[in-house]
């Protein structure tokens, strides 16, 4: 099978080529060919040097889409997006990139299909950004996406698209609404999000963090680690139980950050607990208010999607893939 | 004000242009300049002559948009579509259309904005369509959109974008999602929903109707009289208080087919009743089938939308407003 990951330099992108490069049999069938596309080249784990190419394409530049989907691959993870924050402060670069990019895509496979028949599995990473407040106090699988975000639009319409392309024969997809990814692994970023990670990442190898909020702000957290099983699972299921809604809110665990700091320090101790600094900074927690704090995951859940319950198990996780097993 | 009606040659724009002859100060503001736009020339009622023009424009053609945007109306309303029927048969036609047509016109606003200040209220006519089965008993207006025909997709995503382009300033939008509009004047055509206006429209003039599903078929219905109301009421109403959410579930009725009967019966008598023959046609069955069937839409009759609350009022209507007051 021809394996195509987009986006494949990204976090994720790279997390899941790592997983396939430890555990060739993940997806359920022999991957023969692997393409890492991103706008630069994405690196490439050694053991998947014989079969793979990573190519720098621009899904948004003009006939990049067309050139990809000319290899006829089976499976394609769709990962490439311009991030929340980008997609605010630049409108046309938000829309090209996650809306017309996205499209283009979708509309190359529909093409390629008149070359003779075609119908590859799309796994498209979305978000939780889909959603605006007010919100109930759990979302459940059929509340509305009212996202008050230009990113969150731009997710929404192609899980729209997503959804009629499946409907319609051209390709058998499935959206991945992806929890905020803790630990976040790297340095420290501006992203209003950064804390949740930092206030884990950085006690746990003895730095100081900030934590901007109060202690009992509620969030919805899934591990790197767990993120990359949605995508696993989602090209390895059978379709045919999701029927016509495409779209699923992935499973996460709903914890306050309080709870965090708790497991930190069962984890790691009353030291690297004491290595957070609180700077209430009111402008990010006017940001995070207006964030979803709680699902009702049911439908991923009962189709086999799976997530962290606790932060112990999170803290445990970061521990393994980012800091060799010990702290 | 210069209020533009794009869409102005189909059943509810040529409605809405009469009511705007009829009542020139039905939008709680006098209309100095009105502009009636389709693809074919519009009708332009002998009382408006002085004030309006009627430009034959395609909105998805190249430059279309920004040509009609240049006159900077102050109140939009966007009524231009391929029906259901038509997007579903041709897949470019209708994402061109529906789509980018509507995207264009959204575009044509931004950028218009660049050469000063201009804010007009955009009114878009969406649909129930956006809905796909399988449904609650009554449809809330937190339920979510997942459509299962590309015109319900294409309505879903320029309500997205309604919604992002308002709430970043650059236009007023305010979606009106439609009932079924009955009773529909002119001729019995090959719609799936036809004979729902079919079976009171004809009898009503001495002329038989076939019936194609079963008489406890439950549908969402308002008349063209509340349909026209509607979008007048979101073009003089004051958007502050609804919020970033700007779509809206329009009011209607929801009735049997047997209570339609019943009603014709009551305002029509016996004869009119018995026109109506029964050729169960088990495809028309199943598309029906999948419709909605009813609605708590709150929110809109909260903002003060209104529609019919029984079928003899909804015949009544077409016969003041069709059939010159009498049968």
Redesign the interface.
Known sequence: MHVMVIGAAGMIGRKLVERLAAEPGALGYEVTRLTLVDVVQAPVPATLSATSTAPAVDLSSEGGAERLIASRPDVIFHLAAIVSGEAEAD?DKGYSINLDGTRSLFEAI?HEGRNGPYFPRVIFASSIAVF?QPFPEKIGD???????T?YG?QK??CE??L??YT??GIFDGIGIRLPTICVRPGKPNKAASGFFSNILREPLVGQEAVLPVDENVRHWFASPRSAVGFFVHAARMDTASIG??RNLTMPGLSALVGEEIEALRRVAGEKAARLIRREPDPVIASIVAGWPTDFDARRARELGFTAESNFDEIIRIHIEDELGGRI
């Not at 059929?142 to 008050?148: K, V, Y």
Request: no cysteine; proline share 9%.
């Open positions: 409108f529909r605006g059929e509340f509305f996406t009212t996202p008050l230009s639009t929404a319409i729209l698209l959804a009629d409907r319609r016509p809604r």
